[in-house]
């Protein structure tokens, strides 16, 4: 028996074609087959309208005209949306918007009020604070400090418009269709996830030689148990579940943690395992140069016949060629029986004389 592991570019190429193939394949299911079959099932077109619709209607999101979605606001447009959301679409008054979301009054306020014939009006949306000083300032350090306000007020809206949508998504009837349309796209990316890991990871390994993924197939890789025999088909379901739960879903939960670590066990442990590898008792090889049997007993019976044949050999020549059915001639220097000696014959002559 020769086990030559598989070397690790191999094993990279094959899962990255695997994980290609299985993502393109993913794609199509989840658009053509299992969203169509949740939209007419639930009803998921509806409820997506009525989510659209508030979102439009908080003046936070607008209609992206070249792809006709629903989208978020351009920074430019921040503080009119944050103004139109608190007073337009929550109903409160612009001297609480100044107040509250401007926090016009307070020490590290970026706004003052509005003035109305030189007195401040809190009825008007409040502007941006002079720079102190500027008229004593040079060109070059008005510019300055007129870069650092425009810093400043870029993220102040940016921050205001995070939490205006932080306070829709708070919203009880928005919240309810958010909660509804993501508990039924998880459910399309489980099923589809699912499917996809199944067919590409216990399917086709089953069906395959020796546990072979399309990938495998390609590189000439196949998987053998931990003591090098011929890999059974429990271990490839197990070596398929752990990959599946535990990798690839437990993945999606830890910013693609599992399965990284997964992977560096790989590259740096001896015999170049995975977890699930090590879970299922299995090792991936190079089939093209190396050797396994079924069992122990295949092996061993395999050994016997090399070394049978061994015994039959002297310094690789063979013994003889000559087979039962074909007896060896006699040698040219032995008399037959019927015809005698021709000295014997001579001698009898002489005598009679």
Do not use: C
Request: proline share 5%; glycine share 6%; aromatic share 12%.
């Amino acid at each position: 028996m020769n086990i030559v592991p598989a070397s690790l570019g191999k094993r990279t190429g094959a899962a990255i074609i695997d994980l290609l193939v299985a993502a393109l394949v993913w794609f199509g299911l989840l658009a053509y087959a299992i969203q169509p079959i949740f939209n007419a099932s639930f009803n998921l077109p509806a409820i997506q309208e009525d989510y659209q619709a508030i979102q439009l209607e908080s003046k936070l999101y607008v209609v992206d005209e070249d792809y006709g979605t629903v989208s978020v606001l351009a920074e430019e447009d921040y503080d009119t949306g944050v103004l139109a959301y608190y007073t337009e679409y929550k109903g409160e008054t612009i001297a609480w918007y100044n107040t509250e979301i401007l926090k016009i009054g307070e020490e590290d306020s970026l706004f003052v009020y509005a003035q109305t014939a030189g007195v401040d009006d809190p009825t008007i949306v409040g502007v941006p604070a002079p720079i102190e000083d500027s008229g004593s300032m040079t060109s070059e350090e008005l510019s300055s400090a007129t870069a650092v306000q425009t810093s400043n007020l870029a993220n102040f809206y940016y921050d205001a418009y995070t939490a205006a949508r932080t306070d829709l998504n708070a919203q009880e009837d928005y919240a309810a269709l958010a909660n509804e349309l993501a508990y039924y796209f998880k459910w399309e990316l489980a099923i589809g996830t699912t499917i996809v890991l199944a067919i590409f990871y216990l399917i086709i390994p089953m069906f395959l030689k020796d546990g072979r993924t399309l990938g495998k197939q390609i590189f000439g890789l196949s998987l053998v148990n931990k003591n090098g025999f011929k890999i059974k088909k429990w271990q490839i379901a197990v070596r398929a579940v752990v990959f599946g739960v535990f990798e690839i879903f437990g993945s999606l939960y830890t910013m693609m943690g599992t399965i990284l670590i997964s992977y560096t066990i790989m590259i740096f442990g001896k015999k170049n395992m995975s977890i699930h590898d090590f879970v299922a008792s299995s090792r991936v090889i190079d089939s093209k140069r190396s050797t396994w049997f079924k069992n122990a007993e295949e092996a061993a019976a395999y050994q016997a016949e090399l070394d049978k044949n061994a015994g039959k050999s002297v310094l690789g020549a063979p013994v003889s060629l000559i087979t039962p059915e074909a007896p060896a001639a006699p040698t040219p220097s032995e008399p037959t029986p019927s015809e005698p000696a021709p000295a014997v014959e001579e001698e009898k002559s002489k005598e009679d004389k």
